[in-house]
């Protein structure tokens, strides 16, 4: 039998009679161990007359915090094995903040040796009564140097660590030197003010050494620290809270409700399709643009498109946007194993063969075979898109120009093919149009073949286009003149300066 019993925050009257009478049992039998010495309570088993053992030499000749876990673990293990009680006080509460009783927990029901958890006074207690903080709303509480100082994720793709609720209370521990405090620092930054007035709780429940001290956060860092210090961040005000995501879907939630905007209740998931597609090429045209605050900006507003379907979907019945973040969350780890799983990968083009062969088995597993290997190609795509798609598709079963030559060479007869058109005295429109599509959708092959973005290509030309064209109206306005009063060879003139100042 493992005893594992908790010594309370540091005040003796704050162990338990539970405690008190397990701790003077194990004693008597010459199996009881301690984490640590340092504790205030230990100066108090030993007026009891109590013996033990502390594990505080590993803490002086180990390397890191899990090598003494694992000494600790593996030495009462031991014992445990040869069928002889043992009994392991740690300060607090035995199964908050205590990393070497979850490491020594797994082990023990791993093995399936019985143990008994002998509780006192947590140092959550302490510090609510020493801070005097009752707590309405409840309270988070975390180990500091869990904090995530970004949004990391693990190999299976689950977030470390988790977002702080600014809304509600947080009590953090293993805030014990400079380095710990400094990570905590950095990381509450992410969603406090710096000068946002914090806890600091030394020795808690201690009494005669207890002491409460508020401090801005700035300086969690630069006051004296020990294995006894706590911090208690209080919750920020609606005004201050970061405008995180799921402020957006509260936002948007109340823009649906019975007494919110008439213009939002009306919209239906087709009357959004125009703006989804507005919002897209206005965060095309911020990324053209090169300007981080219109790309910010952009990127929000086509952000609430999703979120404001999802409102719809959800008032539906059908989804919620909780929905739509795991399908995706699932979809890229799924797609990525060589990030979050084993498997290796050379380079980029490794990367998207791997891609393409997932996608094909989800397929697969998901839906009915399709009818052809077109179907799934948005036809709302704009139609050099929609031509390099279709391409894509046709050339993997072997419909393909077998080099770059003879889809030149067709570049040609398309050509000849649409000049014979308008050549005539009378063009049919209709076969004109036909000609100008074959020979536009040729030319697509070419961009596709030299591993081009025929969309992106065009695009590019007509960002240049439009910027050659405005020096001519700005050069015709300093001659005091407008273009529309100018003969074709000073347009001609006007262009070619225009193409010197940017020749690409």
């Not at 979050?340 to 990968?345: S, Y």
């Not at 005539?424 to 959708?441: M, Q, T, Y």
Request: overall charge negative; some cysteine.
């Amino acid at each position: 039998m493992v005893t594992l019993i908790g010594l309370g925050p540091g005040d003796p009257d704050l162990i338990s009679r539970g405690a008190e009478r397990a701790l003077r049992e194990s004693a008597a039998q010459g199996t009881l161990y301690l984490r640590t010495g340092r504790h205030p309570c230990v100066a108090t088993l030993k007026e009891w007359g109590l013996a033990f053992e502390t594990f505080d030499y590993v803490y002086d000749s180990a390397t890191s915090f899990e090598e003494v876990y694992q000494v600790i673990v593996n030495r009462l293990l031991e014992r445990a094995r040869a069928g002889r009680s043992v009994a392991y006080a740690v300060p607090g509460h035995p199964l908050l903040g205590e990393e070497s009783v979850r490491l020594l927990l797994e082990r023990l029901e791993a093995e399936d040796i019985a143990y008994r958890i002998v509780s006192s006074c947590s140092f959550i207690e302490a510090v609510l009564a020493a801070a005097h903080l009752p707590l309405a709303e409840g309270c988070d509480v975390r180990d500091a140097l869990s904090l995530q100082l970004d949004d990391a994720v693990s190999r299976e793709g689950h977030p470390l660590g988790g977002r702080i609720d600014t809304s509600r209370g947080l009590l953090l521990f293993q805030v014990f030197d400079k380095t710990s405090a400094s990570h905590a620092k950095l990381a509450l930054m992410r969603y406090y003010p710096d000068e946002w007035q914090v806890l600091l709780v030394r020795n808690a429940g201690v009494t005669a050494m207890e002491s409460v001290q508020a401090i801005p956060l700035y300086q969690l860092d630069r006051l004296p620290l020990d294995h006894l210090t706590a911090v208690y961040v209080p919750p920020l005000p609606p005004q201050l809270r970061p405008k995180e995501f799921y402020a957006l879907v509260g936002v948007m939630a109340r823009l649906r409700a019975p007494d919110g905007c008439p213009w939002d209740r009306e919209q239906t998931h087709a009357t959004l399709k125009r703006y989804f597609i507005e919002e897209t090429y206005e965060v095309l045209d911020a990324i053209d643009a090169n300007d981080p605050n219109a790309l910010c900006e952009e990127l929000g507003d086509a952000l609430l498109q999703a979120v404001f379907h999802a409102q719809l979907a959800r008032e539906e019945g059908l989804f919620t946007i909780d929905d739509v973040t795991a399908h995706i969350v699932e979809k890229l780890v799924r797609r990525h194993p060589h990030v979050f799983g084993t498997t290796e990968v050379a380079d980029s083009a490794e990367v998207l063969r791997n891609w393409e062969r997932i996608k094909r088995a989800e397929k697969r597993e998901n839906v009915p075979q399709p009818d052809s290997i077109l179907d799934g190609i948005p036809k709302g795509l704009p139609a050099l898109m929609y031509a390099m798609e279709l391409s894509k598709r046709v050339v993997k079963v072997g419909f393909e120009w077998p080099s770059l030559e003879a889809v030149l060479a067709k570049v040609e007869e398309e050509w000849e093919e649409l000049k014979r058109e308008l050549a005539v005295d009378s063009p049919d429109r209709a076969r004109v149009a036909a000609e100008l599509g074959d020979l536009l959708f040729t030319l697509v092959q070419v961009a596709r073949k030299q591993n081009l973005d025929a969309e992106e290509a065009l695009r590019t030309m007509l960002r240049r286009f439009e910027t050659r064209f405005r020096y001519m109206e700005r050069r015709a306005a300093e001659k005091g003149c407008s273009l529309k009063e100018m003969k074709l060879d000073e347009l001609d003139a006007l262009w070619e300066e225009a193409k010197r100042q940017e020749p690409l």
